[in-house]
């Protein structure tokens, strides 16, 4: 199975602020990668999918980029409602697996 | 807009079985994969199984393979998991996504195993 590891595993940050986070597979996935972000008690939301696409109606603070096995989602502005936990995902092959998630918290 | 709405769960015990359902709606659902996903409470995300549009391909995760089923109603815009032979471990909340990037998810169902 591949591996997806992403860092940092929490961040901290503040209002206004730009902030990213990396996800690496154990192999080359192409650009079969997605993000999510996930608030408390709610299904995650599709926010990237082929690591670069933005999906409909998500704001263009968030921004995602890499090929292969690094992979990087950025978010600018920082908002309150950003605030949350964000996974990766591979679909490249089977099983679909996911990163562990990175908790944004606010400082 | 694309709508999935899971229903089925509940309170079940240990070796019990349980069929949780998804409606689809807001896009032509014979179109697209589907996708089962939990998440065990306070943990991350768990890939479980996808089935092709014409439900002639599905893939299960080892966790739940010859426990689990996967099927599909293309008529009735539904996409179904019957699940067997339940366990402690499987106590989760399930969601069903659209496609294998997953694009669009439900409001999620939450099994609990127990007795």
């Known amino acids: 199975d591949i591996q997806m590891t992403q860092s940092p595993s929490s961040l901290s940050a503040s209002v206004g602020d730009r902030v990213t986070i990396t996800c690496r597979a154990s192999q080359g996935i192409s650009n079969y990668l997605a993000w999510f972000q996930q608030k408390p008690g709610k299904a995650p939301k599709s926010l990237i999918y082929a690591a670069s696409s933005l999906q409909s109606g998500v704001p263009s603070k968030f921004s995602g980029s890499g090929s292969g096995t690094d992979f990087t989602l950025t978010i600018t502005s920082l908002q309150p409602e950003d605030f949350a936990t964000y996974y990766c995902?591979?679909?490249?092959?089977?099983?679909?697996?996911f990163g562990q998630g990175t908790k944004l918290e606010i400082k | 807009q694309v709508q999935l709405v899971e229903s089925g769960g509940g309170l079940v015990k240990p070796g019990g079985s349980l069929r949780l359902s998804c409606a689809a709606s807001?896009?032509?659902?014979?179109?697209?994969?589907m996708s089962w996903i939990r998440q065990a409470p306070g943990k991350g995300l768990e890939w479980l199984s996808y089935?092709?549009?014409?439900?002639?391909?599905?893939y299960y995760a080892d966790s739940v393979k010859g426990r689990f089923t996967v099927s599909r109603d293309n008529a009735k815009n539904s996409l179904y998991l019957q699940m067997n032979s339940l366990r402690a471990e499987d106590t989760a909340v399930y969601y069903c996504?659209?496609?294998?990037?997953?694009?669009?998810w439900g409001q999620g169902a939450l099994v609990t195993v127990s007795s």
């Open positions: 089935i092709t549009n014409s439900g002639s391909v599905i």
């Open positions: 807001g896009f032509t659902f014979s179109d697209f994969y």
């Open positions: 995902q591979q679909y490249n092959s089977y099983p679909p697996t």
């Open positions: 996504a659209r496609d294998e990037s997953l694009q669009a």
